[in-house]
């Protein structure tokens, strides 16, 4: 029996109109438990690297985690997977709702797509019986009113419907696929909507079983209700009037300044009454209740639920005030737009226009307030009309084929993705070594254990460190002596990249909430899930008896494993940089004794490229063969042979 | 006919729709109480707690399963609350054939809420335990009640459609011939 898991996959191939349900290989859960690990292997397995994300042949994954549809609360992250067009590495996003719990319902643990519908469709699972469905009639509708007119039609109001809109249709790169009250950003919209797939409805009324029920549920009630009384999780910011913290630390514009006295009293009362003018509700995920959601009732437009920081980027982007970020949002969620990226595009091409890069020839009619602007560009973009044709490729290649100067413009850009729009004074090294290694594009996949600046009362330091159950000894240490305005040491800063990136890499594999876990470590450092106590969750839940350094061994397995989709694809060290002006003050040769540092930490030779004896120590020597056969490694390197060679010509 | 009356203990869940947040716990909860062996599994589908949502119109209505009808309603009413509209289904807990909730997901069999009786140590319902927000909560009170009027068992309801359908007379007759052939 397998406990957790269903150990099937859905096999969807559009071109052919095929549908498949196929028995996974149970050694895989042990080696990379499930969600992105699982789907990382496939990935590897099936998608050469010569392969162009809009190839037919690209694969389109989502996964469960390996927690869903078990009593464990807040696991509802659904991984989605693929080849972004527009870095041309591996695309990673997740989002929460009740997509994933309701897929496992349904007896799988996976969706993979493959193939292109010649004409728009959606898929409708209904525990085993599967359809692909004509979605012509849902053409260019919203991203969530799909979602209503869906299970309309079916006439299953239980159904969960993820969603791409217009965007997504029109392949725009920074396209979202919409369920509930949450968005899959990052770049897999776009791949959803070249394989012409509207949609995916899900139903599923099937139990799961797992290994020592009344124990994992009797620690599941205790969690859920400690979830409810620990003000640290969650969106902290959900029943906040205060913005001061974004508003203040985030830069406006197109990632440009920080304004400092913007946030009054005045304007905290004003934004305040505008939220509660439009907030209908809030609402959680599934078995989560962290209230994390916003149900906003804006006048003319699509009900829509609001999640974390999007509420002030498009305001942030165009200098507006908070009604406006209100106003747009309901038009950009239902075009499915991701909303940390979008916001920076736009302000990026007003930019444009205000040098003169961008002419009235470029952009007839565009209007001359920002606010008129950036509703003109989304339309554009939306439907990759005129200059919104090259917008929609996203900043670092709207710069390259604009050209005329507007590469200067790009200035906030890493791996050709655009990052949160921080700007700050003195590097920080952990940080640096975040952004500059990470896979997942965007630093809130990455940070989030180790608490981002030092505690400078010394008494309450201790206090913080005397209960901080989540963090290995080491840390404790670190913490203890970090002072304010001074740095950490290198040993400290790779190893605090390196545990603020394995609780994420554990998370999207089981399919628990960061905000519970991952994320939430940093502010307060109690997060109710950490190294310490999610062995117990997964072995109940499992029967797979392991602990926090199995856990840790399993996330680098996964890392390195996702490090090497990226490697054969041609990523490199040249490539690890933050943006260029992301921080004032650099410090470029301990940046690269740092980078140093972290590629030997991980096992990893001076280009970034996992070595066989790291590779072999993680169950993953078919990525060593593999790195050898394409000269990406040299052949017997780490082999006791080429040692002696090696020792040989060093005498 | 007695005219006596006793003490009855009263048990009801309020519900505080504005305070519902969708998070399903009590649903799992539920599901998970009545499994086998109990807190053996965990599906939404088997609980007798559902909560009616529609995000695009803000109904979030927890309603507990209550009898089985063989038909739905012909007509159903829709009721606008504070400019919302609602279906009467919304707050029915009948397990009935327009929808799926309340039927076991594989016999089909009804389901019915039993205030999570089968446990009398709990001090509350378990939905109403895992509903940390206080959408759901749990009262209990005494009230007098005539004694006729305390729930009937299923001879007597049996009885009854007997005595409706032929009459108090031949039912006795019924009864007396067939003893006395015992
Ligand atoms: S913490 Fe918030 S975002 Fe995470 S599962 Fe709970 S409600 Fe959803
Ligand atoms: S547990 Fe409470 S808040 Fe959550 S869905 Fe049920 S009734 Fe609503
Ligand atoms: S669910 Fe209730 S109200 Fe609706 S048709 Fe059935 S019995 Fe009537
Ligand atoms: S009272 Fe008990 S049986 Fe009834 S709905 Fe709630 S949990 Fe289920």
């Not at chain 1, 406990?3 to 859905?10: D, K, Q």
């Not at chain 1, 008494?459 to 963090?471: L, N, Q, S, T």
């Not at chain 1, 650099?586 to 930490?601: G, H, I, N, T, V």
């Not at chain 2, 016999?107 to 109403?128: A, Q």
Request: net charge negative; glycine share 8%; hydrophobic share 35%.
């Amino acid at each position: 029996m397998r406990y957790a898991e269903t150990g099937f996959n859905l096999e969807i191939d559009l071109s052919r109109g095929s549908i498949e349900r196929v028995e996974t290989d149970p050694r895989l859960t042990p080696l990379h438990l499930g969600g992105q690990g699982t789907a990382a292997k496939i990935l590897w397995d099936r998608v050469p690297p010569e392969l162009d994300p809009f190839s037919p042949d690209n694969l389109l994954i989502f996964s469960t985690g390996l927690l869903h549809g078990t009593p464990v609360p807040g696991a509802n992250r659904t991984a989605v997977n693929t080849f972004s067009p527009q870095t041309n590495f591996y695309s990673h996003s997740l989002f929460g709702g009740f997509f994933g719990p309701e897929l496992k319902h349904a007896g799988y643990d996976k969706i993979i797509i493959r193939g292109k519908s010649s004409d728009l469709v959606y898929l409708w699972i209904h525990d085993d019986k599967v359809e692909i469905r004509d979605a012509t009639h849902l053409r260019g509708k919203g991203a969530i009113e799909t979602g209503a007119l869906i299970k309309e039609e079916l006439k299953e109001p239980e159904a969960q419907v993820a969603a791409i809109g217009l965007a997504g249709e029109n392949r725009v790169y920074m396209s979202t696929i919409e369920h509930s009250n949450s968005s899959a950003s990052r770049g897999v919209g776009v791949i959803m909507g070249d394989k012409k797939l509207k949609a995916i409805a899900v139903r599923g009324t099937k139990d799961i079983n797992v290994a020592r029920p009344a124990e994992l549920f009797e620690i599941c009630d205790r969690q859920y209700r400690e979830i409810y009384d620990n003000p640290n999780c969650g969106c902290v910011f959900r029943h906040e009037d205060d913005e001061s913290w974004h508003i203040n630390n985030f830069a406006w514009g197109n990632a440009r300044e920080r304004r400092k006295g913007m946030w009054t009293q005045e304007r905290e009362a004003e934004w305040a009454a505008t939220t509660r003018k439009y907030t209908v509700r809030w609402t959680s995920c599934y078995n989560c209740p962290k209230d994390c959601h916003i149900s906003i009732a804006y006048p003319g437009r699509q009900r829509y639920q609001l999640k974390c920081y999007s509420k002030l980027t498009y305001s942030m982007a165009a200098y507006e005030e908070l009604d406006f970020n209100y106003s747009i949002l309901g038009l950009t969620q239902e075009y499915g737009l991701d909303g940390f990226t979008t916001p920076q595009l736009l302000a990026f091409a007003v930019e444009l226009y205000e040098a003169g890069i961008l002419t009235d020839q470029d952009m007839p009619g565009f209007p001359a307030t920002t606010a008129e602007r950036f509703f003109w560009l989304v339309e554009k973009i939306a439907r990759r009309e005129g200059i919104g044709d090259v917008l929609a490729n996203g900043v670092y290649w709207a710069a390259r084929q604009i050209g005329k100067g507007a590469e200067e413009f790009d200035h906030n850009t890493m791996k050709k993705f655009e990052q949160v729009p921080l700007k700050l004074s003195m590097v920080n090294f952990p940080y640096f070594l975040m952004y500059a290694t990470g896979e997942k594009m965007n630093i809130t996949q990455i940070e989030g254990s180790y608490p981002q600046v030092p505690i400078a009362d010394r008494e309450e330091r201790e206090e913080f460190v005397a209960g901080w159950e989540a963090a290995p000894e080491r840390f404790k240490r670190w913490f203890l002596d970090w002072e304010p305005r001074e740095h950490q040491s290198i040993e400290a800063s790779v190893n605090i990249a390196d545990w603020n990136e394995t609780m994420h890499y554990i998370d999207d594999t089981i399919g628990t909430c960061a905000f519970l876990s991952s994320f939430r470590g940093q502010f307060g450092g109690r997060p109710p899930y950490h190294i310490y106590n999610l062995p117990q969750f997964v072995s109940c839940a499992t029967g797979m008896e392991l602990d926090d350094s199995d856990l840790w061994k399993i996330a680098a397995r996964n890392r390195n494993l996702i490090r090497a989709l990226n490697i054969r694809r041609g990523l490199r060290r040249s490539d690890e940089k933050p943006p260029e002006d992301h921080w004032k003050k650099r410090d470029p040769e301990m940046e690269q004794k740092m980078l140093d540092a972290y590629y030997e930490f991980k096992g990893w030779n001076s280009e970034g490229i996992p070595t066989r004896k790291t590779l072999e120590a993680l169950s993953l020597e078919y990525v060593a063969d593999d790195f050898e056969q394409r000269g990406i490694l040299p052949e017997g390197e780490g082999t006791p042979l080429q040692e002696a060679v090696q020792r040989a010509g060093n005498r | 006919m007695n005219d006596q009356k006793v003490t009855k203990n009263v048990k009801e869940i309020k519900v505080d729709l504005d305070k519902c947040i969708g998070c399903r716990a009590c649903e799992i909860a539920c599901s998970a109480f009545h499994s086998r062996p109990r807190f053996g599994a965990t599906n939404p589908a088997r609980s007798r707690i559902r909560v009616v949502i529609d995000e695009l119109n803000d109904v979030y209505v927890p309603i507990r399963a209550g009898d089985y009808t063989p038909a739905e309603c012909t007509g159903r009413h829709k009721y606008t609350i504070n400019g919302k509209e609602y279906n009467e289904c919304s707050f029915c807990g009948v397990s009935c054939p327009s929808r799926d909730y309340f039927k076991e997901p594989d016999s089909g069999l009804p389901l019915k809420c039993d205030m999570c009786e089968e446990d009398p140590t709990l001090s509350e319902p378990w939905c109403v335990q895992v509903c940390r927000c206080d959408c759901l909560t749990y009262v209990e009170r005494e009230e007098l009640v005539e004694a006729e009027d305390e729930p009937r068992g299923e001879m007597e309801l049996g009885l009854e459609s007997l005595m409706n359908k032929y009459g108090v007379e031949k039912v006795l007759d019924a009864v007396a011939r067939v003893s006395s052939k015992r």
